[in-house]
């Protein structure tokens, strides 16, 4: 059995991962061949934070994504188990009490429990949240990891199309088939600040622009992200390159002589309740709609896209109203 997937995003080599594990022969198709600056989930932030995601995101992105972060090291990825710190400025202290509201797994700190997390937010904040069974992973590390498995288990990743394929994992670009798909416009930043050292992703909330800051290591960060409702994909607006500084500069004044490494944008792909579908039409399988949660989320999709493919399993997410008939 050989099984044709179109996309070498995250979600197509997630499967991909998934069903060669399972003795499954994979031939892996994308108009930009290896993962690289053309694939949405090179941007990704990848954070493995279901809890927090809970503030925003309806229940089954709470409870599958606590797959993620064994899935991953088990997959070959880097997965740094530190938890997630969420705080927020005095003047914005109610909204760390809504998030608290509308989240779990979370544990209250004062002033001296965030420093202990972060000496280099001592003084900072007055209060926080730790997600203390939360993870990141590099996502770009990551997929590298995919594709090396895949090839060491006798796959390809070939650039170009196939109209023939078994599985569609295009991400937006498979708004050719799937007219109720939309683009939901990401920007984000990598900088590098070797003032400031965190060991974990921390969240800073505010009413208008949420910001969250992932390290990488050696001072290098990722910044992100907007959330701005276009399919447009190329250009970050100045409002937004501000409102970002910004946010980073009241996390801590070091950054406002932060090195700008690299701006990113890409469009995520998403249905209207920003929930990830599967579908069947014809003899093609479209797994699509990860939204935001491309990392938290690609390992239980593969899991049961592989399920189905390979013994006719139907998955929680089928999309029954528009299944094939």
């Given at each position: 059995?050989?099984?044709?997937?179109?996309?070498?995003?995250?979600?197509?080599?997630?499967?991909?991962?998934?069903l060669?594990?399972?003795?499954?022969?994979?031939?892996?198709?994308?108009?930009?061949?290896?993962?690289?600056?053309?694939?949405c989930s090179?941007?990704?932030?990848?954070?493995?934070a279901?809890?927090?995601?809970?503030?925003?995101?309806?229940?089954?992105?709470?409870?599958?994504?606590?797959?993620?972060?064994?899935?991953?090291?088990?997959?070959?990825?880097?997965?740094?188990?530190?938890?997630t710190?969420?705080?927020?400025?005095?003047?914005?202290?109610?909204?760390?009490?809504?998030?608290?509201?509308?989240?779990?797994?979370?544990?209250?700190?004062?002033?001296?429990?965030?420093?202990?997390?972060?000496?280099?937010?001592?003084?900072?904040?007055?209060?926080?949240?730790?997600?203390?069974?939360?993870?990141?992973?590099?996502?770009?590390?990551?997929?590298?990891?995919?594709?090396?498995?895949?090839?060491?288990?006798?796959?390809?990743i070939?650039?170009?199309?196939?109209?023939?394929?078994?599985?569609?994992?295009?991400?937006?670009?498979a708004?050719?088939?799937?007219?109720?798909?939309?683009?939901?416009?990401?920007?984000?930043?990598?900088?590098r600040?070797?003032?400031?050292?965190?060991?974990?992703?921390?969240r800073?909330?505010?009413?208008?622009?949420?910001?969250?800051i992932?390290?990488?290591?050696?001072?290098?960060?990722?910044?992100?992200?907007?959330?701005?409702?276009?399919?447009?994909?190329?250009r970050?607006?100045?409002?937004?390159?501000?409102?970002m500084?910004?946010a980073?500069?009241?996390?801590?004044p070091?950054?406002?002589?932060?090195?700008?490494?690299?701006?990113?944008?890409?469009?995520?792909?998403?249905?209207?309740?920003?929930?990830?579908?599967?579908?069947?039409?014809?003899?093609?399988?479209?797994v699509?709609?990860?939204?935001?949660?491309?990392?938290?989320?690609?390992?239980?999709?593969?899991?049961?896209?592989?399920?189905?493919v390979?013994?006719?399993a139907?998955?929680?997410?089928?999309?029954?109203?528009?299944?094939?008939?």
């Open positions: 059995m050989t099984v044709s997937i179109l996309g070498a995003g995250v979600m197509g080599l997630a499967l991909a991962s998934e060669s594990g399972r003795g499954v022969a994979v031939r892996i198709t994308d108009r930009g061949g290896v993962p690289g600056p053309h694939a090179w941007w990704a932030g990848g954070m493995l279901p809890f927090c995601e809970g503030e925003t995101a309806e229940e089954p992105v709470v409870r599958l994504g606590q797959q993620a972060a064994g899935w991953w090291r088990a997959h070959g990825a880097e997965v740094t188990a530190n938890g710190l969420v705080v927020a400025p005095g003047r914005d202290a109610a909204e760390l009490t809504r998030f608290a509201r509308r989240t779990q797994g979370h544990v209250a700190l004062d002033g001296a429990g965030v420093a202990a997390l972060e000496p280099d937010l001592a003084g900072r904040f007055a209060r926080g949240l730790h997600f203390p069974d939360e993870a990141h992973l590099a996502p770009r590390q990551a997929l590298a990891a995919l594709a090396g498995r895949l090839a060491a288990r006798g796959g390809a070939e650039t170009g199309t196939d109209e023939r394929a078994d599985v569609d994992c295009r991400g937006l670009a708004r050719d088939v799937l007219a109720d798909l939309r683009g939901v416009k990401g920007e984000m930043l990598v900088l600040c070797p003032e400031v050292a965190l060991s974990r992703p921390v800073l909330l505010h009413p208008r622009i949420p910001l969250y992932v390290p990488r290591g050696e001072g290098v960060f990722m910044l992100g992200a907007t959330m701005i409702e276009s399919g447009e994909r190329g970050i607006t100045a409002r937004s390159l501000l409102e500084l910004s980073a500069w009241a996390l801590h070091a950054f406002g002589e932060a090195e700008v490494l690299e701006i990113g944008v890409d469009a995520r792909p998403a249905f209207r309740d920003n929930l990830p579908r599967i579908r069947r039409r014809g003899g093609t399988i479209y699509n709609g990860l939204y935001r949660h491309g990392f938290l989320l690609a390992p239980a999709m593969a899991r049961m896209a592989a399920d189905l390979v013994g006719g139907r998955p929680e997410v089928m999309d029954e109203d528009r299944a094939e008939r």
